[in-house]
């Protein structure tokens, strides 16, 4: 019964499915002031921000796998009025790298989750502190992007925060992380050294 749901919903989604076009971005090969290259790394977190009034799209990547702390801004046109997406891909303006401050900036971790919650911030979720997928955790840290007054994201910061009953949410990596309701962080799956997580 279950495997029949699981798919109808699949079949559902498929048959909604519009059609898929890949743009490239930008060539990492040939970087330059506005277009910073990143480098390779695996367990990163990425996430994508509608922000300000004109609803400019903003993509974040950070950590992972990595020495490197910053954290990387790639912006791109803003939307159309009421809501509506252009027909093409949007104007890039090239990867910026900021440098991070907060009491998280030195946080190593990777396959943690890192969820929109509102126009600026996000927050990261669990990951692995240690290497050969080990030390998972259930830290909560929130990622801030400050604005200029020239609408461009100038700085941001890490902030950790304490959750009030942490055994509720087990220490886990390579999971999901949604929000719902602009209020619930529902945290699903992952991985832990012993084996995967099934509970939510």
């Known amino acids: 019964h ?12 498929q048959r909604r499915l ?4 890949w ?12 277009n910073c290259s990143i480098s390779a790394r695996e367990g990163h977190l990425a996430c994508a921000f509608v922000e300000g009034d004109g609803g400019e799209m903003v993509c974040i990547v950070t950590g992972g796998f990595t020495d490197d702390v910053g ?14 997406r252009p027909s093409s891909a949007p104007p890039l303006r090239g990867w910026v790298r900021l440098e991070p401050t907060g009491d998280g900036v030195e946080d190593f971790v990777y396959g943690a ?13 669990g ?6 997928y080990s030390d998972e955790c259930n830290d909560l840290t929130i990622l801030t992007l400050v604005q200029s007054s020239s609408s461009q994201s100038s700085s941001c910061r890490w902030e950790r925060v304490r959750a009030r009953n942490p055994h509720l ?10 929000l719902l309701g602009g209020r619930y962080l529902v945290v699903i799956g992952g991985m832990t050294r012993w084996g995967s997580v099934v509970s939510a």
């Open 2 to 13: 279950s495997q029949r749901i699981q798919f109808r919903l699949h079949q559902a989604y």
């Open 23 to 34: 743009h490239g971005i930008l060539d990492p090969r040939t970087p330059s002031p506005s």
């Open 169 to 178: 949410a087990a220490p886990r990596a390579y999971h999901s992380a949604t």
């Open 18 to 21: 519009p059609a898929v076009r």
């Open 127 to 132: 990951g692995f502190r240690s290497g050969g």
């Open 113 to 125: 989750s890192l969820t929109v919650i509102d126009s600026t911030r996000a927050v990261r979720f």
């Open 71 to 84: 954290v990387y801004v790639l912006r791109g046109s803003s939307r159309r009025r009421g809501g509506s």
